[in-house]
């Protein structure tokens, strides 16, 4: 499964950026998909996770409250859209899913990755 990450870019602390993961040709639908975050000279985290089924989504405690994650009606694409952005949330942001995974908050558990788009928050 290749997963095609898109919507960063250069945002005012305050603002918003909806990130999009998507994968070509595929639906998505028994896929987890989880949202991680790379910040330079720092290890990846966790963002977000959308199960497959069950309950939906799992919040990092840095995000809850200003992340909502969801999939389009078609489930080809998973979003993560991110409010009140700090600078701290500059970060490369990769999308990975598991297939019937549990929409764990490990990225060991995720089996496809895409490419990171880069969020930058400016203060």
């Known amino acids: 499964v290749q997963l095609q990450a898109s919507g960063g870019g250069l945002v005012q602390a305050g603002g918003s950026v909806r990130l999009s993961c998507s994968a070509p040709?595929?639906?998505?639908?028994?896929?987890?998909v989880g949202w991680f975050r790379q910040a330079p000279g720092k290890d990846r985290e966790f963002v977000a996770a959308?199960?497959?089924?069950?309950?939906?989504?799992g919040y990092a405690g840095s995000v809850e409250g200003r992340a909502t994650i969801a999939r389009d009606n078609a489930m080809r694409t998973v979003y993560l859209q991110l409010n009140s952005l700090k600078p701290e949330d500059t970060a490369a942001y990769y999308c990975?899913?598991?297939?019937?995974?549990?929409?764990?908050?490990?990225?060991?558990?995720?089996?496809?990755w895409g490419q990171g788009t880069l969020v930058t928050v400016s203060s």
């Open positions: 990975a899913a598991d297939r019937y995974g549990v929409g764990s908050d490990l990225s060991a558990s995720y089996e496809y």
């Open positions: 040709r595929r639906t998505l639908s028994n896929y987890s």
């Open positions: 959308i199960r497959w089924r069950g309950p939906p989504t």
